[in-house]
C-alpha cells in the first residue's frame, strides 16, 4: 500500500501538517474527512485539489469521509473572504447539498472497506441550542485564541460579524464530532483552513484529552499569480451545465507550459515515473502539449 504523505509530498500537495502525523498515517488505517459548505450548487476545480486528497486517501487504504456543511453552509467562512457572505435560505442548501453529493461518487468509492460516506453536519447542529452550545464547546477556546487566526485578522479592519466570527468554533466541533462519534483522526483542507482545523484539534484535546491531526494543501495560483479555477466567464465548474466540456478542455489546455508541470501532479493520477517522462517529453517538444 502507497505511503499517503510520501505521496502528496512528491505531487507538491503538503502545505502544513500537524507533528507525527505521517508517522500516524504510515502506522495506522484511519478515517478523515473535509468539509465543503453547500454554497453553490456544484463543485468548481478549486474544490478538485481537495477531492484528489481524498482519492489518494482512499487509495492508500484509508477511509475518506466528505462532510457536506448543511448547517455551516447557513453561516459562511470567512477564511480567504474580505467581506460577509449573503446568507442562503434553507431550501437553496438543501437543493445545492443533493447536487453535489453526486458529484463526489464520480470520483470516490462508496463500496468496500473502506468505503467513502458523506455525513451533513445539520445532523448534530439541528437540535443544538445556544447555551448548550457555549457550555460545551465556547468555555473551551479563549477570544485571544480565535482572534489569532488569519481568518479573523485579516477581517478586522473591514468588520467581521459575530456570526462568521464563531465559525471558527463550529467547525471545530465538527471535528470533535466526527473523532467522538466517526473514529475520524485527521481533518484536510486548503492552507487558508489551518486555523479552523486547529481549533477542532485543540477542542479535541481540551475536552477529551485526545489525539488528532490536520493537513493542508497549498492554495493553487497559477504562475502569473491569477487564481486558479478563474477564467473570464468565472470559475469553472465540474457541472457540464454551468461549464461545458468544451470550456472546460479549454482550461486545460491553455494551461500555461510551468503550470502544467504542476498541475499533472496534483489534478491526474498518473505515477511518478509517468509523469517525470511527459515533462521530459514536454520540454523536447513544448509545442505538442502533451501535459496539458
Not at 431550501?91 to 451533513?120: P, Y
Amino acid at each position: 500500500m502507497k505511503n499517503f504523505v510520501e505521496e502528496l509530498k512528491w505531487r507538491g500537495m503538503i502545505h502544513d501538517m500537524t507533528p507525527s502525523t505521517e508517522n500516524f498515517l504510515t502506522k495506522n488505517s484511519t478515517s478523515g474527512y473535509i468539509g465543503f459548505d453547500p454554497t453553490a450548487d456544484s463543485l468548481h476545480i478549486g474544490n478538485l485539489v481537495q477531492i484528489m486528497t481524498l482519492v489518494h486517501f482512499q487509495n492508500c487504504g484509508h477511509k475518506p469521509i466528505i462532510l457536506v456543511g448543511g448547517a455551516t453552509g447557513m453561516i459562511g467562512d470567512p477564511s480567504g473572504k474580505s467581506k460577509e457572505r449573503k446568507f442562503l435560505n434553507i431550501d437553496t442548501i438543501k437543493e445545492n447539498q443533493k447536487k453535489i453529493r453526486t458529484q463526489f461518487e464520480r470520483f470516490l468509492n462508496f463500496s468496500g472497506d473502506n468505503a467513502a460516506s458523506i455525513v451533513n453536519n445539520n445532523t448534530w447542529f439541528e437540535n443544538f441550542d445556544l447555551l448548550s452550545f457555549l457550555r460545551k464547546v465556547g468555555k473551551h477556546i479563549s477570544i485571544n485564541y480565535m482572534m489569532s487566526k488569519d481568518s479573523v485578522k485579516n477581517r478586522l479592519e473591514t468588520g467581521i460579524s459575530y456570526t462568521e466570527f464563531t465559525y471558527q468554533l463550529i467547525q471545530g466541533y465538527d471535528f470533535y464530532w466526527l473523532w467522538k462519534n466517526k473514529d475520524v483522526k485527521i481533518q484536510f483542507g486548503g492552507s487558508d483552513q489551518w486555523g479552523n482545523i486547529l481549533t477542532g484539534n485543540e477542542l479535541i484535546r481540551r475536552i477529551d484529552s485526545g489525539e488528532s491531526y490536520a493537513l493542508t494543501t497549498p492554495l493553487i495560483t497559477k504562475c502569473d499569480g491569477g487564481k486558479f479555477g478563474k477564467t473570464e466567464d468565472g470559475n469553472v465548474w465540474l457541472d457540464s451545465t454551468k461549464t461545458s466540456p468544451y470550456k472546460f478542455y479549454q482550461f486545460w489546455i491553455n494551461t500555461s507550459d510551468e503550470d502544467a508541470k504542476k498541475f499533472i501532479k496534483i489534478f491526474s493520477l498518473k505515477e511518478k515515473k509517468e509523469i517525470e517522462s511527459l515533462i521530459q517529453q514536454h520540454e523536447i517538444e513544448p509545442h505538442k502539449r502533451v501535459l496539458q
